[in-house]
């Protein structure tokens, strides 16, 4: 004899539905209370570099670090981090060291990271390059610098050095980002992102991108000869500061881009590198239309070295960076 089959309730469904929601909207809340309750977000912050720490201005206050010392006739050096969650002039350490005593140099933390003014305020490429430009007439103000800039700090330099040409010598990009020619826009999960910047959520989401085990992810991503403890661990201090969250989440909603950067990178005529590293950002192929320029020279790293080549081969950075101001052949004026 069949067994009569038993009814379901036309409600188990939706309750079972409703019962995860719940479950899934406390753990969120409690995700929430342990963020905002145990998170401290004024983490003691060092120098990130040997030089010494100057400061430009007030209320938009710019910090970079300054050392004088190197060979007579020696052009400084001018360094610019990338963009990230958890950037700084940290980045350039790798080759400050290096160039210490053989050049003067200078390297900025760009307005919202280390140092420098952060909080709610305008944050642009714009902005960043009109740091840069500020840097380079404190630090160095007569003759001619070399620029070095990392990721997407490269568009920055080079919208300063197509603004004031006569002040840069060389440009070197490590890793740079916008030479892919197309106009960028933010993805569907950054714009969301940045919509939740002002809500409750803002600062814990942000706080999970910069926890230790997101950073750690990052830097070994970025790097392929090995992860650097010092880069890890400021970059877990510099991101856990008051306003830290404001740059980054700019950065993440497309405040910062130029969709016409490739227009500017084929606009300068000084002798100019690119030197690509890591898969991100590297298009080789995008690369070539620059690499035809008479001024532009491309080395294509991206099979040996991350994102954060100037950590993995400071040495063959330096080298080049020395090479490009030695070739005056290079020089499209």
Known sequence: MTRPRKSTSPYAIPLTVAAGGLAVFGAGLAWLAYM???IWHNVALTAALDGELRMIGSDDQIAYYHAVTGRPGSTPLLFVHGISMAASAYEAKPLFDRFEGERPMAALDLPGFGFSARGPREYSA???ADAILSVAQHAFPRGQIDLVAMGMGGEFAALAAARQPE???TLTLVAPTGL???SWAPPPAARMVGRLERTQVGL???DTLVSRPSLRYAIAQSQRR???QGLFHYAYATSHQPGAADAPYAYLTGKLDTPEILSVYASLRLPALAILSGGAY???AAASA????PNWRIVDWTGSCGTNAQFDDPDGVCRLIDSLGQNRGLEGR
């Open 282 to 284: 590297a298009n080789p």
């Open 36 to 38: 905002r309750t145990n």
């Open 180 to 182: 892919s020619g197309a």
């Open 204 to 206: 814990p989401l942000f």
């Open 126 to 128: 714009t902005v960043n």
């Open 167 to 169: 002040r840069f010598r």
């Open 226 to 228: 090995g992860f650097d």
């Open 290 to 293: 620059l690499a035809r320029k």
